[in-house]
């Protein structure tokens, strides 16, 4: 477990500097060595599996790495570029993806990619299917004026991307959520703008750094306080001192975690407090969020299911079923491209978040007493299930 440990805080650095420098050519170099240099070190037969929904870390390692790193230097190529090309071109790349995943797949043993990376980010089909049928709602209206009430708030003052550091430091103190600033660095300047934003641990609690490519607006802020809610989660996790703390312990409760930080800018609160507003936009926003998200991890699944999919016909099928926009094109999020199986891990922790604020309601000091109890304190011994069955979930 220690060569485990060393080679993906290794691995960490190198996705450090590829988002700070966009240099896709020297990361996919540098990931290939390490991954050859794992696999010459660590006698996988000997390692032990974690348990069911928790990271496992071995599946990195096995199956045709020269493969994986091909796959990988093709995504990190065609991600910069990806908004810039026709919907042929992005299908074509697209679909040569989706085939070289599912033979690496193939080669770790698996049916299909997707089937690996839920085995990869520990993925309980199961809560993920009962979760998406009680989502489906091909008669509820998404109408709602929701984006034109979060648009008002574009040109706030406090929304601006040069205020928006200040800003986020007052929101944290309003909460009263405690940060370890010393141990968290945040890169707004000189960004590759392909990505939003992303938070990457180096040790934990130790070093995380949260990169953001800054959007002025009430949106914009939200994903500033999404990365910020990873570094919080890797920020106060209290675990034990012989535990391997440089991997988050559980990936949907650590989404979970971040969604909760992005709502808190919808919730009624903050509108008073910091826009001197009385509206209400957390339901729709949940709501909203919710639908998408399940939309695209059904989406996922369906074409994931079939050999050579139909990816439009895929898509308009599950816009239909959880009333969203096709107007909102698959091409549109680049987890499709970048992170197959995420969305499921997102749909989990989004509907966690809906019955956390159901139980906490929008009292700030209930929802840090709630983090600090059953997340952070239980540290490296967070137990995912008993998370769950907390907020609701009959498993």
């Not at 390692?61 to 071109?89: H, M, T, W």
Request: hydrophobic share 35%; with cysteine.
């Amino acid at each position: 477990m220690e060569l485990l440990k060393k080679y993906y805080i290794e691995e960490q650095k190198a996705e450090l500097e590829y988002l700070c420098s966009g240099d896709a050519d020297s990361f996919c170099k540098k990931k290939m060595y390490l991954r050859q240099e794992a696999g010459k070190a660590l006698d996988l037969s000997k390692i032990s599996s974690v348990k069911r929904s928790q990271y496992n870390l071995i599946l990195n390692y096995v199956g045709n790495q020269a493969l994986l790193n091909q796959i990988e230097c093709i995504e990190k190529d065609f991600l910069p570029v990806r908004k810039n090309v026709s919907d042929a071109e992005y299908k074509e790349q697209f679909l040569r993806l989706f085939r070289l995943r599912n033979e690496y797949a193939g080669t770790a043993g698996f049916r299909n990619y997707l089937a690996y990376q839920y085995a990869l980010l520990g993925i309980d089909k199961d809560i993920l299917d009962k979760i998406l049928n009680e989502y489906i709602r091909p008669d509820y209206s998404e109408e709602n004026d929701l984006k034109t009430k979060i648009e008002k708030w574009k040109n706030a003052e406090c929304f601006k991307k040069e205020n928006q550091i200040e800003l986020l430091r007052k929101v944290l103190a309003y909460f009263n959520i405690q940060m370890k600033w010393e141990e968290v660095k945040i890169h707004t300047k000189n960004l590759p703008q392909f990505f939003i934003g992303n938070c990457i641990s180096i040790k934990v609690p130790e070093e995380s750094h949260v990169l953001v490519n800054l959007v002025s607006g009430l949106s914009g802020f939200s994903i500033l306080m999404h990365e910020i809610g990873h570094a919080y989660y890797y920020n106060n996790i209290r675990q034990a001192s012989n535990g391997w703390s440089n991997r988050p312990y559980n990936a949907v409760i650590e989404e979970f975690v971040a969604f909760v930080f992005e709502n808190f800018v919808y919730s009624s609160p903050f509108l008073h407090t910091f826009l001197e507003s009385e509206e209400e936009l957390l339901t729709d926003k949940l709501t909203y969020q919710m639908n998408y998200l399940c939309c695209c991890a059904m989406f996922e699944k369906n074409i994931y299911s079939k050999d050579m999919p139909d990816l439009d016909f895929e898509w308009e099928s599950a816009c239909e079923k959880f009333s969203v926009s096709n107007a909102r094109e698959w091409r549109s999020p680049h987890f499709f491209l970048s992170y197959p199986g995420f969305f499921a891990v997102d749909v989990i922790a989004s509907h966690l978040t809906q019955l956390f604020y159901k139980i906490t309601g929008e009292d700030s000091m209930r929802m840090y007493s709630y983090l600090q109890k059953y997340i952070c304190e239980p540290g490296y011994h967070l137990d995912f299930y008993r998370v769950i069955s907390q907020l609701g979930i009959d498993i």
